[in-house]
């Protein structure tokens, strides 16, 4: 139970944190538009000038409605899969890292899964006026009306796709990081490894952000255009279509790394502080409740 009250609270700050870096983002990813750290900037200047300060948050109450369930899930659910794949427990440092990856990509398919319509939801808020969506129930009310229940999974699969890579690379590293750490500080129990400093957790956790969003941002860039599709009037039917339609539009290199800098900021800024706040609660939780 801590690994999910942990799991929903670390989620939560840490979005909240980089919103308004992954509005902008979205933004960019899903039209064919050059990209550049000076336009991703002023995008947010735009938006300030034009609908406040609180339209950099847009759609931030879809991220929550999926960010909690989703966080807590994928927590709660690598613990689980530490312990069926015995990572703990296994002597062989190769075989451990393996299984190690094996249950950060499991944990991230298992919370996808569940939460993929919150995903959608949040995405179509992020990169349209306030007058097209007024709410997240309203999302979901003209989805199902206009383009049917199974729009709901519209690019789930190149999320899939992305997440296994992402979550793996992220929870593996993260988690390598900080036995490495322990080990040179002589720490063994869980209790022991729980003091490791927060600065410390947080460059690793952003670390591990850096290395999962760079091997799965393509499949990302797939999937919010497959998203979004009916806002920008593109028909993005297929990840193969999508990719094909990028490529002799956009370029590879321009298309599908389309704000990848911006996910250098924004993406060890997030995974730090949710690995941060994760160990921190759940340490505290198993410790002092």
């Known amino acids: 139970m801590s690994s999910l009250g942990a799991g929903a609270v670390a989620g939560a700050v840490a979005k909240t944190v980089i919103a308004p870096l992954d509005r902008t983002k979205i933004n960019f990813q899903i039209r064919n538009e050059p990209y550049s750290l000076r336009k991703a900037f002023k995008f947010l200047g735009e938006s300030y000038h034009r609908d406040g300060l609180s339209s950099w948050w847009r759609g931030n109450s879809a991220t929550m409605a999926r960010v909690i369930p989703y966080a807590a899930l994928q927590y709660s659910c690598h613990e689980q899969y530490k312990i069926l794949l015995k990572v703990e427990t296994t002597e062989q440092r190769a075989q451990r890292h393996g299984t190690c990856f094996i249950a950060g990509s499991l944990a991230g398919v298992t919370a996808a899964s569940v939460t993929y319509p919150l995903d959608l939801a949040r995405a179509r808020m992020a990169v349209s006026r306030c007058e097209t969506y007024k709410n997240l129930s309203e999302v979901f009310l003209k989805i199902w009306k206009n383009e049917g229940p199974q729009a709901l999974y519209r690019g789930f699969v190149p999320?899939?796709?992305?997440?296994?890579?992402?979550?793996?690379?992220?929870?593996?590293?993260?988690?390598?990081?900080k036995r490495h750490r322990s080990t040179q500080l002589n720490l063994v129990s869980e209790k022991e490894i729980g003091q490791l400093?927060?600065?410390?957790?947080?460059?690793?956790?952003?670390?591990?952000?850096?290395?999962?969003?760079?091997?799965?941002?393509?499949?990302?860039?797939?999937?919010?255009?497959?998203?979004?599709?009916?806002?920008?009037?593109?028909?993005?039917?297929?990840?193969?279509?999508?990719?094909?339609?990028?490529?002799?539009?956009?370029?590879?290199?321009?298309?599908?790394?389309?704000?990848?800098s911006m996910n250098w900021i924004k993406g060890p800024l997030a995974t730090g502080t949710s690995f941060t706040v994760y160990d921190i609660i759940k340490h505290f939780l198993d410790h002092h409740i």
Do not use: N
């Not at 296994?164 to 990081?177: H, K, Q, R, V």
């Not at 760079?214 to 990719?243: A, E, F, N």
């Open 159 to 177: 999320s899939l796709l992305g997440v296994i890579p992402y979550a793996g690379t992220s929870f593996f590293t993260y988690e390598f990081l």
């Open 197 to 260: 400093h927060p600065m410390e957790r947080l460059i690793f956790g952003a670390i591990a952000g850096l290395l999962g969003q760079s091997t799965s941002y393509p499949l990302d860039i797939v999937r919010r255009r497959m998203q979004t599709s009916r806002l920008t009037g593109q028909k993005y039917k297929t990840i193969r279509g999508t990719i094909l339609h990028i490529r002799k539009h956009e370029g590879l290199r321009r298309g599908l790394y389309k704000g990848l």
